[in-house]
Every structure is written in C-alpha cells, then in structure tokens.
C-alpha cells in the first residue's frame, strides 16, 4: 500500500498568518475601546462668584465667575476628563501582524501621565493604556482566539 503526502506549507502560512493578523486587528480594537472608556470618568467643574476684586493678582472683579476642578484623579488612576481632548486622542494602528494603541503628538501630555510625571514628592503617575491591557489579557485573548478562528 502506498500513502502519497501531498504538502501545501506555502497556503498554510498564508492563511495562519492571516488568521493571527485578523487576531490581533481584534484585539487592538477592543483595546482601544477600553482604553478611551478608561479616560472618560469625568471632572465637573464647580463654579465660582469672586468674593472680591481680584484684577491686580491676574483673577477679575468682584461678582465675576472662575471655575476649579475639585474631583481630579489620584496617582494611579486614569486622568479624568475636563474637555475630552486627551480621550479622543487615543488612537490606534494596525500594520501587518502588528497592533497598536497610543496617544497622537498632540496629546503629548497624556504620554508624560502614561510614563510618569517627576515632582518634589516623587514620579506620579497615572496610566490608561497599560492598566487597560492588564486588567484585560483574558478578554483580549478571547477575542483575537474568536477572530482568528472566525477567518
């Protein structure tokens, strides 16, 4: 009895790399999804009526209004969201077989809190993207195992 075996190595590795790559798109975008719901607690302002003429010290005049921002977010937490622009900032890319999640250059600051910020009491910091991909790994996997086995 003869057994011929016939070898197609060249279509297998299309198509796993394929698969992986359709993976990794995945799990990039629920990344990204995370993330950007990760930045969007929320810091109201609480407003203000000056209590007195402030004009000479760069504030305004008696009656006029100012803003502060009393919830901000403690070291290790996520920066909380004034305006929105550091959230939508959060981008993501996808080349190849590889993903990325990260800040534009314009977002610049959102990186410094990512990293670290050095003051006089030591580095603060308070990432978004890496606590996202670490309180996630199984739910990342998931999906990209899914997506992979749906190509």
Do not use: C
């Not at 299309?14 to 629920?30: N, V």
């Not at 995370?34 to 810091?43: E, G, L």
């Not at 939508?88 to 670290?116: C, P, Q, S």
Request: positive net charge; aromatic residues 8%.
């Amino acid at each position: 009895m003869a057994v011929k075996l016939k070898w197609n190595g060249a279509a297998l590795a299309k198509y796993s790399r394929a698969a992986a790559a359709a993976g990794i798109k995945a799990a990039t975008i629920e990344l990204h999804g995370i993330a950007r719901q990760k930045a969007s607690i929320p810091n109201p302002a609480t407003r203000h009526k000056r209590v007195r003429d402030t004009s000479a010290q760069g504030g305004g005049p008696k009656g006029s209004q100012y803003s502060t921002w009393d919830n901000s977010s403690k070291p290790g937490e996520s920066p909380r969201r004034r305006t929105g622009f550091g959230q939508k900032n959060i981008v993501w890319g996808f080349a190849g077989d590889r993903g990325r999640v990260g800040y534009t250059k314009n977002a610049r600051y959102m990186t410094f809190h990512e990293l670290g910020i050095r003051t006089k009491t030591g580095l603060q910091k308070r990432p978004t993207i890496v606590p996202a991909l670490a309180d996630n790994l199984d739910r990342l996997y998931t999906i990209a195992k899914q997506a992979a086995e749906r190509r």
